[in-house]
T-cell receptor
Framework: RKEVEQDPGPFNVPEGATVAFNCTYS??????FFWYRQDCRKEPKLLMS???SGNEDGRFTAQLNRASQYISLLIRDSKLSDSATYLC???????????FGKGTTLSVSS | DAGVIQSPRHEVTEMGQEVTLRCKPI?????LFWYRQTMMRGLELLIY????????DSGMPEDRFSAKMPNASFSTLKIQPSEPRDSAVYFC????????????FGDGTRLSIL
């Protein structure tokens, strides 16, 4: 089983739609959780950290369920500019290296 | 401030040749990471350094791969001899100490081995 698993998609949605991405991780001792965004032919960039209580940043909401080892990202009122690949990321037990999922591709159309 | 700088941006070479990828981390960052990204395997950690010392190289695929960090402002990833299956995008990233500090990635090197 891979350490971080995501539905690869693609998710094709119209502008204004709400879309949710899910991710599961295998190591129950993982310490920190993030969502990164990667545009086509670009480097990954941090979108947001994921906290146990859940957190929101504008149109983006991240949730963590440690018992189920499950992370989610919700995007509301999606924009054309949200089209990208979203990477679920877990910091390993040692607290240093990041383990990346393979990403979920989102395409928002007008 | 300048971000993580990688060179070259693109490299095309024939199998069997030696390939050297270069990275300059953000000044003051004490962690440096090398990743490889392919469609099949996604983004994989190859090796990381802390204060110029290799800490975990368990992701390095085989002896053909080696990485060095001779000082705080420079690291290399070398492949010798190169093979077509090494074709990928190689990213370098750096961050400061502290578990929740974000990693900053360079633009990557697109490597094609013919």
């Amino acid at each position: 089983r891979k350490e971080v698993e995501q539905d690869p998609g693609p998710f094709n949605v119209p502008e204004g739609a709400t879309v949710a991405f899910n991710c599961t991780y295998s190591n129950s001792a993982s310490q920190s959780f993030f969502w990164y965004r990667q545009d086509c032919r670009k480097e990954p960039k941090l979108l947001m950290s994921v906290y146990s209580s859940g957190n929101e940043d504008g149109r983006f909401t991240a949730q963590l369920n440690r018992a189920s080892q499950y992370i989610s990202l919700l995007i509301r009122d999606s924009k054309l500019s949200d089209s990208a690949t979203y990477l679920c990321v877990v910091r390993n037990q040692a607290g240093t290296a990041l383990i990346f999922g393979k990403g979920t591709t989102l395409s928002v159309s007008s | 401030d300048a971000g993580v700088i990688q060179s070259p941006r693109h490299e095309v070479t024939e199998m069997g040749q030696e390939v050297t990828l270069r990275c300059k981390p953000i000044s003051g960052h004490d962690y440096l990471f090398w990743y490889r990204q392919t469609m099949m395997r996604g983004l994989e950690l190859l090796i990381y350094f802390n204060n110029n010392v290799p800490i975990d190289d368990s992701g390095m695929p085989e002896d053909r791969f080696s990485a060095k960090m001779p000082n705080a402002s420079f690291s290399t990833l070398k492949i010798q001899p190169s093979e077509p299956r090494d074709s990928a995008v190689y990213f370098c990233a750096s961050r400061t100490g502290g578990g929740n500090q974000p990693q900053h990635f360079g633009d990557g090197t697109r490597l094609s081995i013919l």
